[in-house]
Structures are given as C-alpha cells and as structure tokens.
C-alpha cells in the first residue's frame, strides 16, 4: 500500500516541530482491522492511504486539540483545501458539514490522536506543502490590536507559520490594510480582510507601516 505523500508530509512536519513527541498513535496506511471495512487509511481511487493520525502528546508539545483548532480554522477560511474531515477527542469537523465542529459519535473516539482524512484526489494526495499547524518553540508576544499598512511593492506573502518554511496562504498586495495581534520577531501575526473572507497568518515585519485606527 502507498502513503500520499501529503499525509506522509503532515508527520514529517510534526516530527520537525515536536521532535520528542510520542509517537505510538502514528499511522497512515491501516492494519488488518482498518482493511477489512471502508476506510480513508485504505488505498483509495488514487491509488493512495489517504489519511493519517498524528499522536497526541500534549507534554512534549504536539496537542492533538491544537492542531484540530489549527487545521479546521484554516479550512474554513479556505486556506487549506487538501483535507475533508479532522477528528479528535469526540470531537469532528469536515469540508460536507461547512467545517462546523460536532460532536463525533464514532465508535474510536479518538482521544490519542487527531485524524486527519485527505480527499480521494490525486492533487490533494500529491500536494506536500507544509499543513497549517504550527510548534510553539518561542513564545508569542500578545498585544494589543494594532494596524498596519503593507510597504512591499511587489506584495507580501502570509504564511501558515513564523518561519519561510511554512506555505504561503495568502499573497497581501501593496498598501492592503491588516491588523496585529501577536508576534514572534522577526515575524507578525495578522489578518485581513480578502473580499468576503477573512484570512490570517505570518508576515515579516519589516514591510509593515503602522498607522492608526481605521
């Protein structure tokens, strides 16, 4: 059986980012159990396992509520489009129910980690761009909301995480207008406001202008 190697990238990353994390929970492609009924970790019409469980281990930084919390808000505002249904800990959120979180009724709650299903696609399967969840290797400096107007000419990329590491979710435009709520320097947590939708993540500082309160 083939791992996509879109789930193979999510454990990957996880491993970079918590590298003393547990990992007994792990999996992409399933065991006998899983093979013996339909299952997103059974080889799909890609021709991909096409699901993984990244194990929840909270006292070495990789909770498993915090990546649920990360990805199902990345795929509402549709800023990750590879994923079609997240669980963890009873509870669930997917692409058919709008990404609105529920309460998971499955018979595997769940609780040792969080599962992420990647749609049956060979797109979604091949695509190894860094997921939307992020470490905390140093701390955040909340702040207040502050506003700030974009400086790059040529546009300003706002990415998943406070490194380049991370995929660009958005591409910000000379003199679009975004707000500040946190930091970790050289980069800046900010949203803005893309048409109808809202989008957030990381850019670096240095081609922000503050200005005032709009």
Same mark, same amino acid.
């Given at each position: 059986?083939?791992?996509?190697?879109?789930?193979?990238?999510?454990?990957?990353?996880?491993?970079?980012?918590?590298?003393?994390?547990?990992?007994?929970?792990?999996?992409?492609?399933?065991?006998?159990?899983?093979?013996?009924?339909?299952?997103?970790?059974?080889?799909?019409?890609?021709?991909?396992?096409?699901?993984?469980?990244?194990?929840?281990?909270?006292?070495?930084?990789?909770?498993?509520?915090?990546?649920?919390?990360?990805?199902?808000?990345?795929?509402?505002?549709?800023?990750?489009?590879?994923?079609?249904?997240?669980?963890?800990?009873?509870? $669930?959120? $997917?692409?058919?129910?709008?990404?609105?979180?529920?309460?998971?009724?499955?018979?595997?709650?769940?609780?040792?980690?969080?599962?992420?299903?990647?749609?049956?696609?060979?797109?979604?399967?091949?695509?190894?761009?860094?997921?939307?969840?992020?470490?905390?290797?140093?701390?955040?400096?909340?702040?207040?909301?502050?506003?700030?107007?974009?400086?790059?000419?040529?546009?300003?990329?706002?990415?998943?995480?406070?490194?380049?590491?991370?995929?660009?979710?958005?591409? /910000?435009?000379?003199?679009?207008?975004?707000?500040?709520?946190?930091?970790? /320097?050289?980069?800046?947590?900010?949203?803005?406001?893309?048409?109808?939708?809202?989008?957030?993540?990381?850019?670096?500082?240095?081609? /922000?202008?503050?200005?005032?309160?709009?």
């Amino acid at each position: 059986m083939q791992e996509a190697p879109s789930a193979r990238e999510a454990l990957n990353q996880a491993n970079k980012l918590w590298p003393n994390r547990r990992r007994d929970s792990d999996g992409i492609c399933g065991d006998a159990a899983h093979r013996a009924r339909k299952s997103d970790h059974n080889p799909g019409r890609a021709g991909y396992c096409h699901a993984v469980d990244i194990t929840h281990d909270p006292r070495h930084g990789c909770s498993g509520r915090k990546i649920f919390a990360q990805l199902v808000k990345a795929c509402r505002e549709g800023t990750e489009t590879r994923a079609k249904l997240v669980i963890h800990n009873r509870m $669930s959120a $997917s692409a058919i129910g709008g990404w609105r979180v529920r309460r998971y009724r499955g018979v595997n709650p769940h609780k040792t980690h969080v599962h992420i299903s990647i749609k049956d696609t060979s797109k979604a399967c091949e695509d190894t761009h860094p997921w939307p969840f992020a470490g905390r290797s140093k701390p955040i400096r909340r702040r207040k909301t502050r506003y700030y107007r974009v400086t790059a000419e040529a546009g300003l990329n706002m990415r998943a995480g406070a490194a380049r590491r991370f995929g660009v979710v958005h591409v /910000l435009a000379h003199h679009d207008m975004v707000s500040a709520t946190g930091a970790r /320097l050289p980069w800046m947590f900010v949203r803005h406001k893309h048409g109808d939708c809202k989008v957030s993540g990381w850019v670096a500082s240095r081609y /922000l202008a503050r200005i005032g309160r709009p």
